[in-house]
């Protein structure tokens, strides 16, 4: 029998394994649901915060009135519950314990937004596996994670939790933080349910101001807010969760077209889709629920199987399936839908935690592993050869700014379960690994982000004049940005941009390493550092992270998920913009138009007078200690049918002396379209190492379906004409070349 015989059989074999498991599921399902009261299948639908093993928690679960519990991280209290559910409530059914695991539940990694820029959707994928590995370890079985909002707005809070600006990326990004979260296979100890939130659209609030309203066009929200959670969903993530905002005036957590004809109906998804904290019972103050039971009607109608702490299901439904105004059989797919999870994860099988004594956290292979993931998270944006540090030319190093010695703060956001004691901050880091080679002075000046002692910035000036060289760590206290923490001024807080003005007088090389949860405006700021690194918030291993770059035992591979504005009146500034009718030609800035100079003396171009037409760092954009070549684009052919492909290669050689990791990204533009398109979009990526003076070939397949767009009719379709290709180091650069699709 031949191999591929063999091997097709065995396929089959287990694609009918596979459905016959489902087929038992569903059947226990069925069986379960008939044996339950309504009281009890409502129950199911409703999720508490934790509140330790109290008689009052212990009562609701006896009775089957809670189906998952959030919060709850003692695995003695958790095992606890659990058993009273197991062995004291009529049917017995498991609970489901979880947590905000965002990036990491004791060994943190960088936020999101870094994980992003590191272009390393491996090093994203171990990130979660370890952190489900840790949280699965005291019973956490469900985080609400990962956060797949695209978000072109630096001023929202929650674009530290996000994976940037771009649709690919944070497609891509997230689908490893959902294989990584959920394993190989559910049912095991150490996998635990993702959750892709917030859907949908939640980072086009307007104003940057969370929890606020979005209007977006169905043609917009389908070409750049739902493919990341389309790309999770087909990657079979367990859990969806509605987002706070409306779009166009409804809701997501009464969004019927959303949750029901997209997530269900068009995108065959059968997972969990759970509220948001309240979110069911805030439609009352969104003006579209007059009460409580409107709220459950619109919710349960629109499909969200359970309701996060709104207590809207349990108070309300029971009374309207009796009164005729819910059909039970809403609740029953609600209920099928919890139950299969339930199934899925193995917890009528093993709803225990095993080991409660067994502690699975800091391990050293996920220590280093959170210590790449920094490393690779960090972009450099400037450089007057100031780095790496070397020996030959330093003797004493001055370590200064709030973030040079910040163990929480470096964490980020959304790190309930964190430990600051086990963070390794740069100044730390900097004196165990270097401090024997060079002179380590040290001197926060600013004590914290919005600190604006000035005493302090004269006690760092100070400590930089007896230095060779100044390593000024800036940025933002983690409590500037993630949810509700949003800035209408993303200019680095406190006096930070006067303690650098200060140490610039100094007359020594300042390197500045930003350590923030978003993009800042930072023009001042990076025109006065001789070199600047944007690190984000690393997480635990931050500290040896930004070390072994400064010191060159690593090299700089980040690139940025996002666009930095050079002033937060460009926002929303991105890459993937349109081209417009009048696109910025013959800029002349606000200081140099003549005085007197007639109305349409400036070109009637589109650009703002006081900051251009571009951003101050384009996404994808981040520089290295060597430098890379990119030869001319080559396609395998200049056309191609609607079911063709193409292949397009370009050769990257690395002409520094360094070896280096590179991103090399693929970028297309579809010229003439009947809705106008973007001036380009990421369509690929890949991340390589080259040594010193090596080159390497990379090819990209590019698929004529991937290249359309949605139209006003809601369909997808490609369309014939021209396409640009560009293989490039950032959104910015590269000449592009054509084919054209028949
Ligand atoms: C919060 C957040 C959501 C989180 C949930 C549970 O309000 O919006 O992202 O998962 O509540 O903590």
């Known amino acids: 029998m031949t191999k591929k015989l063999l ?20 059947s226990k399902i069925d069986e379960l649901i008939s044996k339950m009261t309504l009281t009890e299948k409502i129950g199911q639908m409703n999720q508490l915060t934790g509140e330790g093993a109290s008689a009052n928690m212990k009562d609701q679960i006896r009775a089957g009135v809670v189906g998952s519990i959030l919060n709850e991280v003692d695995a003695n209290t958790i095992n606890e519950l659990q058993r009273v559910a197991v062995e004291e409530s009529r049917l017995g059914i498991p609970l489901i314990f979880a947590r905000d695991v965002i990036h990491g539940f004791k060994t943190i990694f960088p936020i999101p937004l870094g994980q992003a820029a590191t272009w390393n959707p491996e090093l994203a994928e171990q990130g979660a596996r370890i952190a489900a590995q840790e949280a699965s370890s005291v019973g956490i079985r469900w985080t609400f994670a990962p956060m797949v909002d695209v978000s072109r707005d630096p001023r929202w809070g929650r674009i530290a939790e996000s994976c940037g600006e771009d649709p690919y990326l944070t497609s891509v990004m997230g689908v490893a933080m959902v294989k990584g979260f959920q394993g190989d296979n559910l049912a095991d100890s150490n996998s635990i349910a993702a959750c892709a939130k917030h859907f949908a659209g939640y980072g086009a609030s307007e104003s940057g101001k969370d929890y606020n309203t979005t209007w977006i066009p169905e043609t917009q929200l389908r070409d750049v807010y739902l493919p990341s959670f389309h790309a999770v969903a087909d990657a079979g993530v367990a859990t969806f969760m509605c987002s706070f905002n409306d779009i166009n005036g409804i809701p997501s957590s009464g ?16 997972g969990v889709l759970v509220s948001d904290w309240g979110s069911i019972d805030q439609m009352i103050s969104h003006g579209v629920c007059a009460n409580s039971e409107d709220a459950a009607i619109m919710a349960v109608d629109a499909g969200v199987d359970a309701d996060m702490m709104g207590f809207v299901y349990i108070k309300n439904l029971e009374k309207l399936v009796k009164e005729g105004k819910v059909d039970e059989k809403l609740i029953d ?7 299969r999870l339930k199934f899925r994860l193995g917890l009528f099988e093993n709803p225990y935690v095993k080991d409660t004594s067994k502690v699975a956290f800091y391990a050293s292979g996920s220590l280093n592993a959170a210590r790449q993931a920094a490393e690779e998270s960090a972009v450099l944006l400037k450089n007057n050869n100031v780095l790496p540090i070397s020996t030959k030319t330093v003797k004493s190093i001055a370590v200064v700014g709030p973030m040079s010695d910040a163990p929480a703060d470096q964490l980020g956001t959304w790190v309930f379960d964190a430990e600051p004691s086990h963070s390794v901050t740069p100044l730390q880091a900097i004196r165990q690994d270097y401090g024997s080679k060079f002179n380590i002075l040290a001197e926060k000046g600013l004590l914290y982000s919005r600190d604006t002692n000035s005493k302090g910035i004269a006690r760092a000036v100070q400590v930089a004049e007896k230095a060779d060289i100044v390593l000024f760590f800036a940025g933002e206290e983690a409590i500037l940005s993630g949810e509700a923490h949003c800035r209408a001024d993303i200019s680095l807080p406190g006096a930070q941009t006067e303690m650098l003005r200060e140490l610039k007088k100094t007359g020594k090389p300042v390197v500045t390493v930003l350590m923030t949860g978003r993009p800042n405006t930072i023009s001042e700021e990076v025109e006065k550092s001789d070199a600047f690194i944007y690190a984000f918030q690393g997480g635990t291993m931050a500290g040896p992270a930004l070390a072994d770059l400064l010191f060159g035992n690593a090299v700089p591979s980040g690139k940025l998920p996002v666009t930095i504005p050079r002033m937060v009146g460009q926002v929303p500034v991105y890459y993937a913009h349109k081209m417009t009718g009048r696109p910025a030609s013959n800029i002349v800035m606000i200081n140099d138009i003549p005085v007197g100079a007639f ?21 994808g954009y981040g520089l290295s200690y060597t430098t890379f070549s990119y030869s001319p684009v080559h396609l395998s052919a200049t056309s191609m049918d609607q079911n063709g492909k193409i292949m397009a290669e370009c050769k990257v050689t690395n002409t520094g002396k360094y070896d280096a990791r590179e991103v090399i990204q693929l970028y297309i533009r579809d010229k003439v379209a009947t809705l106008a398109q973007p001036v380009r979009e990421l369509k690929g990526f890949k991340k390589i190492m080259l040594k010193a003076g090596e080159s390497q070939t990379i090819s990209f397949e590019i ?11 809601n369909t997808y379709s490609v369309e014939p004409g021209e396409f640009q290709v560009w293989i490039s180091k950032d959104s910015q650069s590269g000449e592009p070349v054509s084919f054209y699709l028949k």
């Open 7 to 26: 091997f097709i059989l065995m396929l089959g074999a287990s694609l009918v394994s596979c459905s016959k498991k489902q087929d038992a599921t569903e």
């Open 333 to 339: 797919n609600a209920v099928r839908n919890i139950l």
């Open 599 to 619: 109305q349409t003396s400036l070109g009637n171009t589109s650009y703002h007078l006081d900051a251009g037409d571009s951003p101050l760092f384009p996404f």
């Open 703 to 713: 698929n004529a379906c991937e290249l359309g767009f949605w139209h006003q009719d």
């Open 255 to 270: 969004n019927k077209h959303l949750n029901k004809d997209i997530l269900r109906n068009e995108w065959k998804w059968d």
